[in-house]
């Protein structure tokens, strides 16, 4: 079990706080870069690293459980952290729609690195941000390769409960779901290894080869992602 966090309202205020003051930041042109934080919290990679390694003593399938969340999260709406939105007035929660009821875990630990961010450096780095370091984290974790995951994403303030009721689907036709990569920008490559992760999430656990093998190509496709 992951420690206990702080109330998800308060990291929601969090995420809002941070999506308002990336607002106000509009003018000036944002490239995603590694180097994001390297100045504003520079240990921000070590503490996503920590929080993991210690929810993964407990819970061996929290690695592809992150993988995951980076897939269903990126694939709605883009890297916006939309996923970690729960149900408000104006927000119906990506986290109900089927694809991702009961199945996609991992909130907890996402909960856990943001308050030891939080702490570490207040109002900085994005959820969206953590979401992907946490998948790249995962991976090498897992025994994959070790990549410099691009940063400065901004967190979205909308959820889009349709988009993500239509993630690709174990039920899909094979047509099908290639038009839901292609419509994200994502070819056949990146449609195989990223059906793969799903592999990798449900097998348990997955021996360290197929691991290796799943995450060299889930590693080099999720950068994609933007
Ligand atoms: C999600 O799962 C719960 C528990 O199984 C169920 O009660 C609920 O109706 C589901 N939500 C949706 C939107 O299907």
């Known amino acids: 079990m ?94 109900n729609a089927a694809p991702n009821n009961n199945s996609a875990r991992g909130f907890p630990v996402v909960d856990d690195i943001k308050a030891a961010l939080e702490s570490a450096c207040p109002g900085v ?25 691009l940063l400065g994403r901004r967190d979205g303030t909308t959820a889009n409960f349709d988009a993500a009721d239509n993630l690709p689907s174990p039920t899909d036709a094979l047509n099908v779901l290639r038009q839901k990569f292609a419509d994200v920008g994502l070819d056949d490559t990146d449609f195989v290894a990223l059906q793969g992760t799903t592999t990798y999430s449900i097998t348990d656990p997955p021996s360290a080869p197929q691991i290796r093998y799943r995450s060299l190509y889930v590693s080099t496709r999720l950068e994609r992602y933007k």
């Open 2 to 95: 992951a420690s206990p966090s702080p109330a998800p309202a308060t990291l929601l205020a969090v995420c809002a706080l941070l999506a308002a003051m990336a607002l106000f930041q509009g003018a000036r042109a944002q490239q995603l870069s590694p180097a994001y934080y390297d100045e504003s919290c520079p240990h921000v990679y070590d503490t996503v690293r920590r929080v993991i390694q210690e929810a993964r003593t407990a819970d061996p399938r929290i690695l592809a459980n992150l993988v995951r969340l980076q897939f269903h999260d990126c694939f709605v709406n883009g890297c916006d952290g939309s996923l970690l939105l729960d149900d408000g007035p104006a927000i119906s929660s990506e986290k």
């Open 125 to 149: 780095v994005s959820c969206a941000d953590i979401v992907a370091l946490a998948a790249e984290v995962s991976v090498e974790l897992a025994g994959g390769p070790y990549w410099r995951v």
